[in-house]
């Protein structure tokens, strides 16, 4: 190993990554939780270090240099490098103590998570819980969580994977809009009312086809890119709408229609990293959450 060719630091080379993957400086400086002139001040030293501009001045984003894409995919490795060390740091931890990042759904982290943890509390109190509600898929290698709760197999080789069973998805609507409308007895009755969409409706429709029941996208007059909105616009009455039962049982407004008729399931997946179910806490936060989901989902 030439140790005299490693002359940079690698929170310059972390701020250069972030600023080629952010597309900006006051991006990156959010990403790593640092000021814009710090960051700047990282990326300049970098280039003044290897002797290369990184990025071409005077654009509202940044854009890389010949340069720069090409050290680009060297950083990433070293980031990928980085990454891997702090994993097998913590998959070695024994202790009880620390932080956990659990992501799920929006609306599983709001219905379902919050009496999981109370109950967590009490058993491994020096465990502290960072729950990430999202709809997107957050990434367990790049250490965007610890434990993901989702419902769809993945097929990354490095993670492991248990499923817990299955929630039962249900047709919802307001108690207003049934008044307006009237109770569907048939798929047929709801080929002419309004639906709440998601961000993927057309892959929605087509899946939907599948269980027997054949809309158009014409009959979806709102669209929701978060769980909890498309909840609540179902509540308002703006059309009928599918949630899991369990969580549209939690809500006196709302009526499920059609239960015979449409019974899906959706799978419910506990996921983490192999090095990180090492981890004493990971570990601890993973089997307490599989046995409370097992009981959900049975």
């Excluded at 701020?15 to 001040?41: H, V, Y």
């Excluded at 280039?47 to 680009?72: K, P, S, W």
């Excluded at 059609?258 to 399931?265: A, G, I, K």
């Amino acid at each position: 190993m030439n140790w005299k060719n490693i002359a940079f630091d690698w929170n310059q080379v972390r701020a250069f990554l972030a600023a080629a993957e952010e597309g900006s400086l006051s991006a990156a400086a959010r990403a790593l939780k640092q000021t814009q002139p710090t960051l700047s001040r990282q990326v300049t030293s970098l280039e003044d270090t290897l002797g290369v501009t990184l990025f071409e001045r005077g654009h509202r984003n940044l854009q890389l240099t010949e340069a720069g894409l090409e050290l680009l995919e060297y950083a990433r490795t070293m980031a990928e490098a980085a990454n891997n060390i702090s994993l097998a740091a913590c998959g070695q931890s024994q202790t009880i103590e620390g932080r956990v990042r659990i992501t799920a759904t929006e609306m599983f982290a709001t219905y379902y998570l919050p009496s999981m943890l109370r109950k967590l509390r009490e058993l491994a109190p020096g465990i502290v819980i960072e729950v990430v509600a999202s709809d997107l898929v957050r990434d367990l290698i790049r250490r965007e969580a610890d434990i993901a709760i989702r419902h769809a197999q993945p097929n990354q080789p490095d993670l492991i994977a248990r499923r817990l069973g299955s929630l039962r998805g249900r047709i919802y609507a307001a108690k207003r809009l049934l008044d307006e409308v009237g109770v569907p007895r048939e798929f047929g009755d709801l080929e002419n009312q309004d639906f709440i969409g998601i961000e993927d409706t057309e892959s929605l429709i087509e899946n939907l086809a599948g269980q027997g029941l054949n809309l158009r996208i014409e009959q979806f007059k709102a669209f929701a890119g978060s769980g909890n909105c498309m909840l609540q616009l179902i509540r308002e009455g703006l059309g009928f709408g599918f949630l899991p039962m369990d969580t549209g049982k939690l809500f006196n407004e709302l009526v499920c229609v059609l239960p015979e008729q449409f019974d899906p399931e959706i799978p419910v997946w506990l996921v983490s990293h192999r090095e990180l179910y090492t981890s004493r806490r990971i570990r601890t936060v993973f089997d307490f959450i599989a046995q409370e989901l097992q009981g959900l989902t049975e």
